[in-house]
């Protein structure tokens, strides 16, 4: 190996052998969490690290797609009127 190179050596696990990894399990590394508009949950990644004084959690699903488009649009960018994209919602 040429001087000042670097090497990274390890494994790679297929994602479904992640989900029986023992390491994983014991920690409580998976989180299960509801979608009630498709009546079922999904297992979500959890926290990469534990924190004892401020612990982690996850707070509430993914967005659906275009769940945020009005506070994106609207207040963050200010690119659309509120009331310009009420209308377009209605007619879409």
């Known amino acids: 190996m040429p001087p ?34 498709l009546d079922r949950s999904f297992v979500y990644l959890g926290e990469a690290a534990i924190y004892n004084g401020s612990p982690w959690r996850i707070s509430r699903r993914a967005p659906l797609i275009g769940g945020h488009n009005a506070e994106i649009l609207c207040e963050k960018l200010e690119t659309v009127p509120k009331r310009s994209f009420a209308f377009w919602r209605k007619v879409v």
Request: no cysteine; net charge negative; aromatic share 8%.
């Open 4 to 37: 000042n190179s670097v090497s990274t050596r390890g494994y790679i696990l297929p994602t479904e052998a992640l989900l029986d990894d023992l390491h994983l399990n014991d920690r409580g590394f998976w989180k299960e969490v509801e979608h009630p508009e």
